[in-house]
Nanobody, 128 residues
């Protein structure tokens, strides 16, 4: 199992930026598909961004496409979510998640049920 810890959340004004970090311990993140999910107040958890173990294309929900960027640094064993042009509707608890590629090889990265490893979450609040 890999342990994940998010950081970087906080309060920001609309139009501002934040960079979330997800630091891993126990296993190299290079072995996992990675994703960021978020849970707005009173709503279900939803997919925000994802990337496969071997690199290649990144995937985003329509609501964050063009504003958020997921990336990873295998040396630091950390995944990032750069969030620009933030909107009040981006307010949520943000979670990073890791999935072994062979555990659900055909499942989309957006399927939260396929992830076995989750961080504790970090709160992002965007004020209008």
């Amino acid at each position: 199992q890999v342990q994940l810890e998010e950081s970087g959340g906080g309060l920001v004004q609309a139009g501002g930026s934040l960079r979330l970090s997800c630091a891993a311990s126990g296993r190299p993140l290079s072995s996992y598909h990675m994703a960021w999910f978020r849970q707005p107040p009173g709503k279900e958890r939803e997919f925000a961004a994802g990337m496969r173990r071997a690199g290649g294309p990144t995937y985003y929900s329509d609501s964050v496409k063009g504003r958020f960027t997921i990336s990873r640094d295998n040396v630091k064993n950390t995944v990032y979510l750069q969030m620009n042009s933030l909107k009040p509707e981006d307010t949520a608890v943000y979670y990073c998640a890791a999935r072994i590629p062979t555990s659900a090889p055909l499942a989309p990265l957006s399927d939260s049920t396929t992830y076995d490893n989750w961080g504790q979450g970090t709160q992002v609040t965007v004020s209008s």
